[in-house]
């Protein structure tokens, strides 16, 4: 680690002892430690070796052996301890303008919101208002907060870039002379987090009129530069977007070209040389399939177009015909208001069922997630109880008795095997201890396997996008285990985790492991995070003889039964 790093990591330890309550003089230690470290001339590793930062004022003996730990191993045992004890999103609140430690406990206490997306669903939603001392005009600077924040890390998760995205093509789309407009960019492609925003627009007649009424559009800070082809925007909230302008004959391979990725472009510009077409100058094709068609290609889907042998399949006629949406029948992995969510029994059955849903999984936290309200055993009955109503009502959508159990620190699931036995099937999931190393990670989550009762492993390597890394785990060893013992594995569509990451499931796939779509919905509100999961689904290859959840319930649960019956 350098001194950013470092620097950054005592930081992290300050806000989480401030979220203990810890010694005010402790925290402010690690604070002072901080900024010295940051402002340390010189390389630290030196400073460290020489025993000049043992000098420094505000390092030390015990802040001295962190940094020492964080410069040469990249870890530090206190830093784990308090991320197992205290949710790491909390300490990003800590950042907003006016969330002091005494709201940032009182929102996670009444709520159970532990990240900024949820604390900005439960902005959106009334949730925050109705609590004592907060109301509308908090909640409003809340939100504020929440996209300064956003705009200081530089990247925004996709759903949020995607929702700007459409927002700002139906503004250009009422801009004069313009007669289509596209997106395209990282959005296109289904990136799990996006920078700029990209858009192609078919344009009748001069540019002037178009830059003009931008210049002057709600929101828009300035021209980064403008050019006959091509026009770049910064606005008030940070966002840039490029605006590339194309004539109709030319509008298919400007989409290509502004969609990319780079990768997938050098490729294809090899391609037309090869076959003596001009790349630079740019082919013609109002549409895409006509510019892939002049290179002897079939039109290569925007999830795909990342460089990883998509050209070399279009070439062939070997061209995947990916996962949609329409295709799943099962929603996985939502939770109810007997743990951390918002929507009864009875909402979620309703919301399913007019989605199209033939059957949905419940799965609520287990007991051992107290932060997350975990289901109580004593309310099991209760709650199966609900389900067992709302499937007599219910006749064209089932609703399953699941739960996601955690993968305890020993490698066990929460609850005996007794009342797991109770539930229609489980999800087993690691909520805690993600400070452990590769080793004691993998064999925690192999034994985890080795219960019969798991048919599916949640979120498998605990990411959470722009916050927090994935645990070390030795996929390869978890994916042979899966498909050796018949467990589904996750690709977990919470927009802030959208987890497995897209080019590890290609490697899930091919060691022969079934993938299961799950929402990881906490209200009916967030019913299309499966998109977003279709997505990476999509960016990884994904055909509907992949996934767990396109089949009927009747097959969903004989898969849950034949990894029950194996010893």
């Not at 929702?163 to 289509?180: H, I, Q, S, Y």
């Not at 001069?206 to 300035?222: D, I, N, Q």
């Not at 895409?288 to 079939?298: H, M, Q, S, W």
């Amino acid at each position: 680690m350098d001194k950013k790093d470092v620097a950054r990591g005592l930081e992290e330890i300050a806000g989480f002892l401030e979220l203990k309550g810890e010694n005010p003089f402790r925290i402010r230690a690690y604070r002072t430690a901080a900024r010295a470290v940051a402002t340390l001339p010189g390389e630290l590793s030196k400073a460290l070796s020489s025993g000049a930062l043992a000098e420094v004022k505000g390092v030390g003996p015990a802040i001295l052996e962190i940094v020492r730990e964080l410069v040469t191993t990249g870890r530090s045992r206190v830093l784990e301890d308090l991320r197992d004890e205290v949710p790491p999103g909390l300490v990003e609140m800590l950042q907003i303008a006016g969330l002091g430690v005494t709201k940032v406990r009182q929102i996670h206490e009444a709520l159970h919101v532990e990240r900024l997306a949820e604390l900005e669903e439960a902005a959106r939603d009334g949730r925050l208002a109705q609590l004592p001392r907060f109301g509308k005009k908090t909640t409003e600077n809340i939100l504020k907060g929440i996209d300064f924040l956003r705009q200081a890390t530089g990247f925004r998760l996709f759903h949020h870039a995607r929702t700007e995205a459409v927002a700002l093509a139906e503004v250009l789309r009422t801009m004069p002379g313009v007669r289509r407009v596209a997106i395209a960019g990282s959005v296109r492609r289904h990136a799990e987090i996006i920078r700029d925003l990209d858009f192609v627009v078919e344009l009748d007649g001069s540019a002037g009129p178009l830059v003009e009424r931008l210049g002057a559009a709600p929101g828009v800070r300035e021209f980064v530069s403008k050019t006959e082809r091509t026009i770049t925007l910064r606005f008030g909230s940070g966002t840039v977007a490029d605006i590339y302008l194309a004539p109709r004959e030319r509008f298919g391979f400007e989409l290509i070209r502004a969609t990319g990725s780079a990768e997938h472009l050098k490729q294809l510009a090899e391609r037309a040389r090869s076959r003596g077409l001009a790349w630079d100058t740019g082919l013609a094709g109002c549409e895409e399939a006509e510019v892939y068609r002049e290179l002897g290609l079939d039109s290569i889907p925007a999830e795909l177009r990342e460089g990883q042998g998509e050209v070399e399949a279009a070439a062939a006629g070997r061209l995947p015909a990916l996962v949609v949406r329409s295709d799943l029948v099962g929603f996985l992995h939502c939770h109810t208001n007997y743990s951390d969510g918002t929507s009864t029994v009875t909402e979620w059955a309703e919301a399913c069922r007019a989605a199209g849903y033939r059957y949905l999984g419940l799965t609520d936290h287990s007991k051992s997630a107290t932060y997350a309200g975990g289901l109580r055993e004593e309310d099991i009955p209760r709650q199966h109880a609900e389900v067992d109503d709302a499937n007599r009502r219910f006749a064209d959508v089932r609703v399953l008795k699941g739960v996601e159990a955690d993968i305890l620190q020993d490698g066990t699931l929460d609850y005996a095997p007794e009342v797991r036995a109770g539930f229609d099937f489980i999800i087993a999931s690691v909520h805690s201890r993600y400070g452990m190393d590769e080793a004691r990670m993998t064999h925690r989550v192999l034994k985890a396997m080795d219960d019969p009762q798991m048919a599916i492993l949640g979120h498998p390597t605990g990411r959470l996008l722009l916050s927090r890394d994935p645990y070390p785990l030795d996929l390869d060893a978890v994916f042979a285990k899966a498909a050796d013992c018949g467990i589904a594995i996750e690709i977990n569509a919470d927009p802030q985790r959208l987890d497995l990451d897209w080019r590890t499931v290609r490697r899930a796939v091919a060691a022969g492991v079934t993938i299961s779509l799950g929402a990881d919905a906490h209200g009916v509100s967030a019913i299309g995070n499966m998109e977003l999961g279709v997505g990476i689904a999509r960016k990884a290859w994904l055909t509907r003889r992949d996934v767990l959840n396109v089949e009927p319930v009747e097959a969903f649960l004989a898969f849950v039964d034949r990894r029950r019956g194996r010893s």
